[in-house]
């Protein structure tokens, strides 16, 4: 019965996230307040712009990931044959969506394999703090080696769970399950949000606990708490303050920056100009979810690849007009803030100054 009602979810997410306007009305990224300087003078080749990088042990002819997208369900089984083939053919990788279904049924894994497409990138499967909590360590790297994947991620979505009738209503600090998987899984273990970001004050107890890997998911993309509303209409279709909370994605890249960890940017990248901008803030790789699951809708395999193909070519025509000729250099570029993502930063460091 459980399984049968997150399947059921699942695939409203699905769903809703194609055909429905799920995103931030009010709150943005802040990315409009990152500015790129142009050089004029870059001296520097179209083709002889280098983007790769490497991710969990397997290298990368560009720094991106198609995110988290679907759950371990039947259905979502060619979407995620076609991710994969996308991710294999352009050398990125590949996040799945949550395991959840296959900690309550094993045979739910079918979905997720596919390994056999994506021999050479990595890939993450994917499972929730509270059902991590719950499943121990053994369990956890199960779901790793049941499905071929290189790493797995560990999602926080606190808001999205209070926004369900059904959803966790306690919300443990995991830090313990955090520290026994980063033992088993060394360097493999990614902890992600789901689109309200990460402060610094937690990234801090992430890499306390020994995870070496933060994906933000910041504000400003998908907003699962009114996905959640729109999936269960009679508790309104009226935007509340709660749709609308979180830490926007470029404020949570300055918050988690000096910290030693891999950062991956996401929620609300939507092209290669935000990619390049997330990457010079300090993020290492960029991932993206919504965009990708919409190409797929609009035109299958063909037209993921074609999306992110464009990406790709984006964020190197960014980085020539920008004089970086490699990631190391984009990362050195020196953006210029403005507007409310400087007031933000400015708050902040105040703030942490004073706790000192």
């Not at 995103?23 to 002889?48: C, I, M, P």
């Not at 049924?105 to 390994?115: E, F, H, I, L």
């Not at 749709?243 to 950062?263: C, H, K, M, R």
């Not at 919504?290 to 063909?302: E, K, M």
């Amino acid at each position: 019965m459980a399984e049968t009602m997150i399947g059921s979810r699942k695939l409203d997410h699905l769903k809703l996230c194609q055909e429905m306007d799920v995103e931030y009305r009010d709150k943005t990224t802040l990315l409009e307040n990152v500015h790129l300087v142009h050089q004029a003078l870059a001296g520097l080749s179209f083709d002889g712009i280098r983007t790769e990088t490497r991710f969990m042990g397997r290298r990368l002819k560009a720094p991106l990931l198609i995110g988290a997208l679907s759950g371990g369900v039947e259905e979502a089984r060619d979407l995620n044959r076609d991710l994969a083939k996308a991710a294999q053919r352009l050398g990125i990788g590949l996040c799945l969506g949550s395991q959840r279904p296959m900690l309550e049924d094993p045979k739910a894994a079918g979905s997720c394999q596919v390994r056999r497409w994506a021999p050479d990138v990595p890939i993450v499967g994917n499972v929730g703090i509270q059902q991590a909590a719950k499943a121990g360590v053994g369990r956890l790297a199960g779901l790793v080696r049941s499905i071929g994947a290189d790493g797995l991620a560990i999602h926080l979505n606190a808001a999205q769970e209070l926004s369900q009738s059904e959803g966790d209503r306690s919300f443990p600090d995991g830090s313990a399950v955090l520290k026994a998987l980063s033992r088993r899984l060394p360097g493999r273990v990614m902890v992600k949000e789901t689109g309200c970001g990460i402060s610094r004050e937690a990234a801090s107890r992430i890499k306390a606990a020994g995870v070496r890997i933060v994906d933000v998911a910041g504000a400003g993309g998908t907003s699962w708490p009114w996905v959640e509303r729109l999936r269960s209409p009679r508790r309104g279709t009226k935007r509340r303050w709660l749709d609308e909370w979180g830490i926007p994605t470029a404020v949570s890249l300055f918050e988690v920056q000096g910290l030693g960890l891999q950062i991956v940017a996401s929620g609300g990248v939507r092209n290669g100009l935000d990619a390049a901008k997330c990457l010079a803030l300090g993020a290492d790789l960029v991932a993206m979810a919504l965009p990708v699951l919409r190409s797929h809708g609009r035109g299958g395999l063909d037209g993921v690849v074609g999306f992110l193909s464009g990406v790709i070519e984006e964020l190197k025509t960014v980085m020539l007009l920008s004089g970086a000729g490699d990631l190391q250099a984009l990362a050195r570029t020196g953006p210029v803030i403005t507007g409310n993502l400087k007031e933000w930063i400015t708050s902040r460091r105040t703030r942490q100054r004073s706790r000192r």
